[in-house]
Each structure stands twice: as C-alpha cells, then as structure tokens.
C-alpha cells in the first residue's frame, strides 16, 4: 500500500511575519518537524509544494535528515501559481504523485501534528476501508485529511470557488470516517506568532525531551 503525503508550505505567511516552513519548531525548521512525524506516522513518501521563499524551503528540504530522505522519500513541489490560493498548491502536489498511489494524506505546514496522531488516523482509515478519514476534536474536525487513491480525479478537480477539497468531502459526506482524538491538536492552525507561541506550548516536544 502507497502512502503519500501532500504537504502545503506554499502560502505567504504573511500574519506570521516570516515564513512558516521556516519557523523554528523545537530546534529545527517546521517543514522538516512535519516531514519528520509524517514518515514517523506511516506515511511512504512526502510531496511538500513550495512557493513564496521556493528556494530557502526547498534547501531545507535537501538537509533532511538521510534516515528520512533515504530512497528518494522527500520530493519538493515548487507551485509558481501559489498566489492564486491554496487549491493551485494541492493540485500542483496531485498531479506529482505516483500512479499506484493507495492513500492521500493532505496537512499543510501551519497545521503542526505529531506522529502519533497521523499515524492513528491512517490505521482507522484503513481500518475503516471508508474513503476519507477526518481526526475529529469535540465534534468539530481537524487535520489531516486522508482520501482514498480512488478519489485522485476528483480531488484534481477542486476549484477555488466551489472552495476545494471541501466539495469532495461534501460529495462522499456519507464515507467519511470520523476519528476521534482526545487532543485539540488535531485543531491547531498557526497564522500568527502568538498562535506559534501557545502551540508551542500545548505540542509534545518531538525530540523526546
């Protein structure tokens, strides 16, 4: 089974006042902490889309530690549309992944999550053998979004207007598979320092620490 990850680090961080994927998280860039928990949490291969900064994110990218880059696991997407919204970023990092792909996971840079809840989700998704799966905090949903391979036509088709891959999940609103986590970090979405700050604070330390 291919597991592949579409990680968004794409947008301008414009709140945030530098660069997201290039945010300090625990002594390392947010990009590599995310790429990090991804692989930890079962995912096979990552496709982080860049663009504001392309080239600062993409040299992170290249200094990934080797037991996470080794067989080519860590692929950079540059998206060159990025500022015409987020939906162009998605599609740049769909039509990038490998035909015999199984899962898709979709988690954007500013959504920090640990290993442990990725790797909860994808087990219930499987597990469940529904076609999206959704971490719910609450009774309100969080990320990441896992779709079914089967869906990658219609999430290739998403558009800013019909405001995304919202319109899949509303579309197969009756095969999704709702997660429950104890953690309202499955709800966590950094747009400001002071939002990085109090996540800091709520997020277990990924070094171990």
Not at 105 to 125: F, K, M, T
Not at 166 to 192: E, F, G, K, W
């Amino acid at each position: 089974m291919s597991i592949c990850a579409i990680l968004l680090a794409a947008g301008e961080s414009s709140r945030m006042g530098t660069p997201k994927p290039l945010l300090d998280w625990f002594g390392a860039p947010l990009i590599q902490r995310q790429i990090e928990a991804l692989i930890e949490g079962g995912v096979d291969e990552v496709f982080a889309v860049t663009g504001n900064r392309a080239s600062d994110v993409e040299s992170v990218l290249k200094s990934v530690s080797p037991v996470i880059s080794t067989g080519d696991r860590v692929h950079a997407v540059r998206n060159t549309e990025f500022l015409s919204g987020k939906t162009t970023s998605i599609k740049a990092g769909l039509a990038t992944l490998p035909d015999e792909v199984d899962t898709i996971v979709l988690l954007a840079v500013d959504q920090p999550r640990p290993s442990w809840l990725i790797r909860e989700v994808l087990e219930s998704h499987k597990q469940a053998g529904t076609l999206i799966s959704s971490p719910v905090f609450d009774g309100h949903g969080g990320h990441p979004l896992v779709f079914d391979g089967s869906l990658l036509c219609e999430l290739e088709a998403i558009t800013e207007e019909a405001q995304g891959v919202r319109q899949v999940v509303q579309a197969h609103a009756n095969s999704v598979n709702r997660v429950p986590i104890d953690s309202p970090i499955v709800r966590l979405d950094m747009n400001t320092q002071e939002q990085a700050a109090a996540a800091r604070d709520l997020f277990p330390d990924p070094r171990g620490s």
